[in-house]
């Protein structure tokens, strides 16, 4: 059974603090996801890994960074916290040919003040 | 411009009633459709997923149709229970599987 997990399930933290959200997956998945998830709107992707210490920018990456040194673990850093990253968190990850497959952990809600 | 546009945004229902919820996408090359199920506070669930060629699958309580001519889908939920309450995300993968589009979602409420 798959299982990802995420480091915190809420967050709450002040604008320009240095925030990091880790990501563990245990099915020696390739590729990992990062995406955040507000109210009426659909998932958006905002980093991907499709190896270790490989990224590319998904669609919303401005304000953000990652990390991925490890192949379970796939870490999303906030450089200067800003209110308008409040939002629910949410890794996935996926076999490599298989990225229509994601397994989502359960997510970190984040509020920065 | 690849979108996915679910209706409705909500829905209340009592326990034991069927329902349907719709998706219309706008997605080429259109690769497959999958719902999610996502409790409040949980990640995205899969409940079923539909390439081109299929037309209904069922897990359940949960049966899904999809028509590629129309570019639509629906959600159908059977005999409907407390535990369906949740929000209901059809998410369509496209350009050969490296990307998908996600809806923002129908949240369902049963009520007893």
């Known amino acids: 059974d798959v299982k990802v997990t995420q480091s915190s399930r809420y967050l709450v933290k002040r604008t320009g603090e240095k925030v990091f959200l880790e990501c563990v997956q245990d099915m020696d998945h390739e590729n990992m996801f990062w995406y955040r998830q507000d109210p009426g709107l659909g998932l958006r992707l905002i980093y991907f890994s499709y190896d270790v210490k490989m990224k590319e920018k998904g669609d919303i990456p401005e304000g953000y960074s990652v990390s991925r040194e490890k192949k379970e673990r796939f870490s999303l850093i906030l450089e200067s916290a800003s209110t308008n990253q409040t939002s629910m968190y949410l890794c996935a990850s996926s076999l490599p040919l298989a990225i229509y497959e994601q397994y989502f952990g359960p997510g970190t809600r984040l509020t920065v003040t | 411009k690849n979108q996915v546009e679910q209706s409705p945004q909500s829905l209340i229902i009592l326990e034991g009633k069927n329902c349907t919820l719709q998706?219309?996408?706008?997605?080429?090359?259109?690769?497959?459709l999958r719902w999610y199920k996502q409790d409040t506070g949980r990640g995205p669930v899969s409940l079923t997923i539909?390439?081109?060629?299929?037309n209904t699958k069922s897990n359940g309580r949960y049966t899904a149709t999809l028509d590629a001519d129309t570019k639509q889908s629906s959600l159908h939920i059977t005999a409907s229970q407390l535990s369906d309450s949740a929000s209901y995300i059809c998410v369509v993968s496209s350009g050969g599987y490296n990307k998908l589009i996600f809806g923002a979602g129908t949240r369902l409420a049963v009520h007893p």
């Open positions: 998706c219309n996408y706008t997605v080429s090359p259109f690769s497959n």
């Open positions: 539909m390439t081109f060629s299929e």
